[in-house]
Nanobody
Framework: QPQLVESGGGLVQPGGSLRLSCTVSGATYRYYTLGWFRQVPGKEREGVSCITWSSDITKYADSVTGRFTISRDNVKNTVYLQMNSLKSEDTAVYYC???????????????WGQGTQVTVSS
């Protein structure tokens, strides 16, 4: 069973950049697709991006395409989300997740991190 721990959240001005990291531990890490999701209180959870084991396939929500980049380092057991040109609408708690499927729907993910807050404000 993998354990996921996010880091890198914080306060940033609109137009700024932030990089989120998620370190994954556990012997089954290599078998999982990794994804980033975000959620605002009172709103549904949104799939932001995901990446396969070999990094050959990535997906992005339309709202972040061209601004966010997902990557993973299987030696460091870490997945990253580089966020550029941040907007106020990006403010949310960001969660790292691991699953056996592939996509931006939360149903395909079995394990979740605790979340890290990202606030975009001037």
């Amino acid at each position: 069973q993998p354990q996921l721990v996010e880091s890198g959240g914080g306060l940033v001005q609109p137009g700024g950049s932030l990089r989120l990291s998620c370190t994954v531990s556990g012997a089954t890490y290599r078998y999982y697709t990794l994804g980033w999701f975000r959620q605002v209180p009172g709103k549904e959870r949104e799939g932001v991006s995901c990446i396969t084991w070999s990094s050959d396939i990535t997906k992005y929500a339309d709202s972040v395409t061209g601004r966010f980049t997902i990557s993973r380092d299987n030696v460091k057991n870490t997945v990253y989300l580089q966020m550029n040109s941040l907007k106020s609408e990006d403010t949310a708690v960001y969660y790292c997740a691991a699953g056996t499927g592939y996509g931006l729907g939360s149903g395909g993910y079995d394990y979740w991190g605790q979340g890290t807050q990202v606030t975009v404000s001037s």
